[in-house]
């Protein structure tokens, strides 16, 4: 990891530890992870949203009086307007993205849950998902909330990563171990 996306998530890391408890503590991680939700919409939805979080060009004041007024007509929860007040009073809004990150990482710890992140060559039809989660559960003991993408360059089969762990049957993988071996008979 480079240094800068080191600190980065150092200070996402710190934040999202704050936020956690305090949300913990208050019993409030239903309403955390809604307002988790809709900022992460938000920024997928809005160029110039995540243009102004990351750009040096807009003082604090700016990006304060942005960002609370944003969350306000978001209706995320005080916490969550007050924290990322204090991000931008800090000038570390560049940081929500890993922020989001790390606290649906937390959350879905605390509910005993894990993400598989899961690349197809096609969409996968509701059976298809609900199978692979069924499985993946059974082999790692947790619910399985999938991340599903497609990615047709696969031509078939999956990547499935779980954590640390990555499972690669695609048909270009096989087709590239078959090239490489091929070259070491030549």
């Not at 995320?76 to 790390?102: E, H, I, K």
């Not at 947790?142 to 690669?168: P, R």
């Amino acid at each position: 990891m480079s240094e800068p996306a080191s600190i980065s998530s150092g200070i996402a890391q710190r934040y999202a530890t704050a936020v956690f408890d305090l949300a913990k503590e208050g019993k409030a991680l239903k309403a955390l992870e809604a307002d988790i939700a809709t900022l992460e919409a938000a920024m997928h939805d809005s160029a110039e949203l995540r243009a102004m979080m990351n750009s040096p060009v807009y003082s604090r004041e700016q990006q304060g009086k942005a960002i609370t007024a944003l969350a306000e007509k978001m209706k995320l929860s005080p916490m969550m307007r007050g924290t990322l007040g204090l991000m931008a009073q800090n000038r570390r809004l560049f940081v929500v993205p890993a922020f989001q990150t790390r606290l649906r990482a937390m959350i879905a710890e605390e509910k005993g849950e894990i993400t598989a992140d899961v690349v197809s060559a096609t969409v996968l039809s509701k059976a298809q998902a609900d199978s692979l989660a069924a499985t993946i559960k059974d082999r790692v003991g947790k619910k399985v909330n999938l991340n599903v993408s497609v990615d047709e360059k696969l031509i078939g089969g999956l990547i499935v990563k779980v954590g640390s762990k990555m499972i690669d049957t695609s048909i270009r993988s096989k087709l590239a171990a078959l090239q490489n071996s091929m070259k070491e008979v030549g």
